[in-house]
């Protein structure tokens, strides 16, 4: 996929962050847009905004990890524009905990919308991909996915998840001969509203003030990001990194193996003692 004009591209999670920022981009470049949100609100927005660009877009109010209404939705969009070439499965959320702490519940929701969302919206899309002759998936993992983080078990099972289904599908893909590019992202610090929507922020101490330092240290915005993914997609790349910590977050464990384990815990352990020095988790 050298460019994206008269493209029909898919976007789950575009009401806000980078999803919306792929939305706007694309339509842009002449894409025609099949976008889609569990949060109405933002949903309309990006909306609106894409029409004032001049895009011919298309709305869905969708919760990614429900199976059924993914289908239906891809259902859906083939019936609107007869045809699918690009989909970017980046709807996700957050959640803060350790293992000994967090609820089941809160477990299963990450890995529900962060993985099974992602499964979900490739399997549903893949057939008419392929049909298309001119097709391109991008998952959005994390850098989370190419490290382990303490506090962030979840997370990075699902992240980890994505990395290995969209790798392994990527193959899949070559092997087949099917003209359909894979490409699976691992963004850094990214200044959207995933923090300030994450569950078990409360552990960390006040939510804005939480939210308020994740966007100091976020090195890339949406829109950015978005142009990187993009850029990706037109090189076939099937790594896509997005800012420079995650290139870091990619050279560590080449370079040092599973022992970043060993290397970086010192620095959690110290960093959660300050935490706690000054009240931060506090209830």
Not at 1 to 8: A, E, L, Q, S, Y
Not at 108 to 132: C, H, Q, R, Y
């Amino acid at each position: 996929m050298k460019n994206f004009d008269d493209k029909v591209a898919v976007v789950t999670g575009a009401g806000s962050g980078i999803g919306r920022a792929l939305a706007l981009d694309l339509a842009g470049r002449g894409a025609y847009l099949a976008i889609s949100d569990v949060h109405p609100a933002g949903l309309a927005e990006t909306h609106a905004l894409c029409e004032q660009a001049g895009a011919r877009t298309v709305s869905f109010e969708l919760d990614v990890s429900d199976r059924a209404a993914v289908h239906r939705h891809a259902d859906a969009v083939l019936a609107e524009f007869g045809r699918v070439n690009l989909v970017i499965n980046n709807a996700g959320v957050a959640l803060g905990a350790d293992i000994v702490d967090m609820t089941w519940d809160d477990f299963e929701w990450v890995m529900n919308v962060d993985f099974w969302g992602v499964a979900n919206g490739t399997k549903a899309f893949l057939p008419a991909l392929i049909e298309s002759g001119d097709g391109h998936v991008v998952n959005i993992s994390s850098v989370f996915g190419l490290m382990g983080i303490p506090g962030q078990s979840a997370y990075n099972s699902a992240k980890f998840a994505v990395r290995g289904f969209t790798e392994a599908l990527r193959q899949e893909m070559k092997i087949a001969r099917h003209r359909v590019g894979v490409s699976c992202v691992h963004p850094g610090g990214i200044k959207t509203n995933i923090v300030a929507n994450a569950r078990g922020m409360q552990d960390l101490g006040d939510r804005d003030e939480v939210t308020r330092r994740f966007e100091q240290i976020a090195m890339t915005t949406p829109s950015k990001a978005a142009q990187v993914i993009l850029a990706g997609v037109e090189r076939n790349k099937a790594r896509i990194l997005i800012g420079p910590d995650a290139r870091g977050f990619d050279l560590l464990p080449r370079i040092v193996g599973p022992r970043y384990q060993d290397l970086l815990t010192p620095l959690y352990r110290a960093g959660r003692s300050a935490q706690s020095k000054m009240g931060v988790g506090e209830r």
